[in-house]
């Protein structure tokens, strides 16, 4: 199994940027993709980005794309989302997940990290 723990959640303003990290423990060598996703209170989860573990192109919803940058550190057995220009719409409990099956079915999940935007 593969163990998730996000962080780096927190309140800030409209406008401003926050990076999260999920490290990742356990069978690591497992993992073929890393994935954000986020859930807004009475709304459903919803992806955000995802990077593969070898590095091919990343994927973006297109309510972030241009804002958010998801990247990873294989070393570290990390991935990373940069959120920048942060709306109130982007507020929501982040998730990180893994695929451990190269199908993009993310079935291992972090707790989760709550960011909060004000307007």
């Known amino acids: 199994q593969v163990q998730l723990v996000e962080s780096g959640g927190g309140l800030v303003q409209a406008g401003d940027s926050l990076r999260l990290s999920c490290a990742a423990s356990g069978r690591t060598s497992r993992i073929y993709a890393m994935g954000w996703f986020r859930q807004a209170p009475g709304k459903e989860r919803e992806f955000v980005a995802a990077?593969?573990?070898?590095?091919?192109?990343?994927l973006y919803a297109d309510s972030v794309k241009g804002r958010f940058f998801i990247s990873r550190d294989n070393a570290k057995r990390s991935v990373y989302l940069d959120m920048n220009s942060l709306k109130p719409k982007d507020a929501a409990v982040y998730y990180c997940?893994?695929?451990?099956?190269?199908?993009?079915?993310?079935?291992?999940w972090g707790p989760g990290t709550q960011v909060t935007v004000s307007s």
């Open positions: 990077i593969s573990w070898s590095g091919s192109s990343p």
């Open positions: 997940a893994a695929d451990l099956t190269g199908t993009h079915d993310y079935r291992n």
